[in-house]
């Protein structure tokens, strides 16, 4: 079933091609998407990239561009076309909840996976 949108919380994505993940639900993530998209030849999605507010408005501009960018890439190389992907990063500006906690800044260092209008 197609969802509007899948969430990707992520500490590190620092992949060329691929994010590298050892957490069970990083990798379930990106599969589940696959699926989705290998299933729906015709769907488009939007990638979005989202940090916390640790370091410059600058740097996390830059991380929140560069973890879109790395699942582009891994859908890229899985035989996903590139006219079906955007990618956006958003740095810091679009917290999901408060910056003042551990946990907050965790679940805001993220990847969303969007159907694109």
Do not use: W
């Amino acid at each position: 079933m197609l969802r509007y949108y899948t969430v990707f919380n992520i500490e590190q994505c620092d992949g060329i091609t691929a994010p590298e993940t050892d957490k069970p639900e990083e990798k379930e993530f990106l599969d589940e998407n696959l699926d989705i998209l290998k299933k729906d030849p015709d769907l488009k999605i939007v990638i979005e990239g989202h940090a916390d507010y640790v370091g410059t408005e600058a740097y996390n501009q830059m991380l929140s561009e560069r973890r879109a960018q790395t699942v582009y890439n891994y859908f890229l190389t899985v035989g996903i076309a590139s006219d079906r992907m955007k990618t956006i990063g958003y740095g810091e500006t679009m917290p999901a909840i408060s910056n003042l906690t551990a946990e907050g800044r965790a679940i805001n260092r993220r990847i969303e996976i969007k159907v694109a209008k």
